[in-house]
């Protein structure tokens, strides 16, 4: 069975590898999945705020200003928050890049355009294949515009695009309000790719400590059919590649996202679960699937349940939702 395919003009053997998660961290873990057949190795993110705070600390050291120093620092999250610094950081991404054979990807995770976005070429430098821009932000203040909020990304996508020549997949949420006009944007801005979609980390309250508290859950499939209906949206009409992340835990998950469209499939919950040799075992059941349908190829299968190859092109737009809220049968007996 052929399943080759090619992401962010990476030519590999199939579409299934690692999503950002800190499996990378250990690389021990990062031999097992490359072992497990990884087509890729994708590191977690390297944050804006990570190094605009080494940026004070190099500020610290040779200003005298010192007295302001501790109340600008306390803006900023505590070192031990993160996993690696940015030194630290880059000198994983060449560990990785010394020990495995596949192509290692690496991410910066950041809001607005600045100095911190050098870290780009730093982060080529250190060996990676390519990049991913993360725009992971919280819409919050009352004065950010959603064009604001979309021209700083369209900026970022420059400027990173300018400063390397590697590729350039930016990763994405789904709550732009026009989501496709944005993507055509970061289209015509540079992007090699697109990554639908990042998962955002909701806070919860805690009633009897009057605390909010960092929560976090790992996907379930029940996240999946939002990226699909993106993927099938955007499959052939914007010349980047497009990654699904979030959601794929089954084979049956998988298939559907290269049917909407995917050349990629990142994959992270399922692996913190299964361990990295899931991924294996994930990419032989699809490839099982594949030869009894009779399919020979991973390109028969791509993009065949897209908008613009779907039988029913309105299951993807407005009409989907008038015909699912009457779907449901009024005799149904409701419970009392």
């Given amino acids: 069975m052929d399943l080759s395919t090619t992401y962010l003009g990476l030519k590999l053997p199939h579409p299934f590898m690692p ?44 200003e005298m200003y010192r007295e302001s120093f501790s109340e600008a620092l306390s803006h900023f999250p505590k070192s031990e928050s993160f996993a690696l610094g940015p030194d630290e950081y880059l000198e994983q991404i060449a560990r990785i890049k010394a020990t495995v054979s596949v192509p290692v990807i690496g991410s910066l995770n950041g809001t607005t355009p600045g100095g911190w976005l050098n870290y780009a070429r730093l982060i080529e430098q250190a060996g990676a294949s390519a990049l991913e821009l993360n725009l992971y932000t919280i819409a919050a203040g009352a004065d950010d515009s959603s064009e604001a909020i979309e021209q700083r990304a369209v900026e970022m996508v420059c400027l990173v695009k300018e400063a390397v020549r590697i590729p350039v997949a930016v990763k994405l949420s789904p709550f732009y309000t026009g989501l496709g006009h944005f993507a055509h944007r970061l289209d015509e801005a540079g992007a090699d790719g697109l990554i639908l979609f990042n998962r955002f980390y909701q806070p919860d309250l805690d009633p009897e400590n009057l605390q909010v508290m960092r929560t976090l859950a790992l996907s379930t499939s029940s996240e999946l059919p939002l990226r699909l209906r993106w993927l099938g949206l955007l499959s052939g009409r914007v010349r980047a590649s497009l990654a699904v992340t979030g959601g794929v835990h089954t084979d049956i998950d998988a298939l559907k996202t290269l049917m909407a469209g995917a050349d990629a499939v990142q994959l992270v919950s399922v692996l913190l679960r299964r361990g990295p040799s899931h991924l294996k075992t994930l990419r032989a059941e699809v490839a099982a699937w594949m030869e009894a349908h009779g399919y020979e190829s991973l390109t028969q299968l791509k993009g065949n349940l897209s908008l613009r190859a779907c039988p029913d092109p309105q299951a993807y737009e407005r009409a989907n939702y008038m015909l699912v809220l009457q779907s449901w049968n009024a005799h149904e007996k409701v419970p009392q």
């Fill in 19 to 62: 999503g950002a998660s800190p499996l990378v961290d250990d690389l021990d873990n990062v031999r097992r999945l490359e072992d497990a057949g990884a087509a890729a190795i994708v590191m977690h993110s390297l944050f804006e705020e990570q190094i605009t705070r080494e940026e004070w600390f190099h500020f610290r050291a040779t």
